[in-house]
């Protein structure tokens, strides 16, 4: 089994909905990341957590906002989506030595 | 402001032509900088990390080096198998923990 899964894996949803896209991961790593791929512009980093109580804003948090529910699940949400919000979304998770570790991508299309 | 240049943007080999692929960084004080490979669709897969000048590590095909300003991936004599886009990314000294700066990567396509 992986070690960091997400759900769902695609996602087609219309401007104004609100949706969630879900991380969990069996590393037993602390930290956890979300990040999001665009064509040309590389990973960007939206929200980083370092335990369940700390959650600090990345590079692009705006219209973003995340929960960790536990060591081990870190969520994703767009409170009310919009097309410019189409991409691929990464979940990570960093070991001892900050390397890290992806999930398989959730590839989100607003419409 | 921190900052990873990757270039080429795109590289096309054929199986066995040696090549390299360079990541050029701008930090204050560099932490660590890491090597991950990404196929179409997929996340990025975790494959080296280097901490000072000087310093090498290799896998099959793959070899990073770092000096004080980029890092060079080489590959020697690619397969198809290695086509992928090769994302490199750094750590600053002082940066939030663990917290990395990625390049845009460099596409390889290895024709056989």
């Known amino acids: 089994d992986a070690d960091v899964t997400q759900t769902p894996r695609n996602r087609i949803t219309k401007t104004g909905k609100r949706i969630m896209l879900e991380c969990s991961q069996t590393?037993?790593?602390?930290?956890m990341y979300w990040y999001r791929q665009d064509p040309g512009l590389g990973l960007r980093l939206i929200y980083y957590?370092?335990?369940?109580?700390?959650?600090n804003k990345g590079e692009i948090s705006d219209g973003y906002s995340v929960s960790r529910q536990a060591q081990a699940k870190f969520s994703l949400s767009l409170e009310s989506a919009i097309p410019n919000q189409t991409a691929l979304y990464f979940c990570?998770?960093?070991?001892?030595?900050?390397?890290?570790?992806f999930g398989p991508g959730t590839r989100l299309t607003v419409t | 402001e921190d900052q990873v240049t990757q270039s080429p943007e795109a590289l096309r080999l054929q199986e066995g032509e040696s090549s390299s692929l360079n990541c050029s960084y701008t930090v204050s004080g560099l932490r660590g900088l890491f090597w991950y490979r990404q196929d179409p669709g997929k996340g990025p897969e975790f494959l080296f990390t280097l901490y000072s000048a000087g310093e090498e590590k290799e896998k099959e095909r793959l070899k990073a080096t770092l000096t004080k300003k980029e890092s060079f991936l080489h590959i020697t004599a690619p397969k198809p198998e290695d086509s992928a886009t090769y994302l490199c990314?750094?750590?600053?000294?002082?940066?939030?923990?663990?917290?990395?700066?990625f390049g845009k990567g460099t596409k390889l396509s290895v024709k056989p």
């Open positions: 590393k037993g790593h602390d930290r």
């Open positions: 990314a750094v750590q600053a000294l002082g940066g939030s923990q663990g917290n990395l700066i």
């Open positions: 957590s370092f335990d369940v109580k700390d959650i």
């Open positions: 990570a998770t960093a070991g001892e030595f900050d390397e890290q570790y």
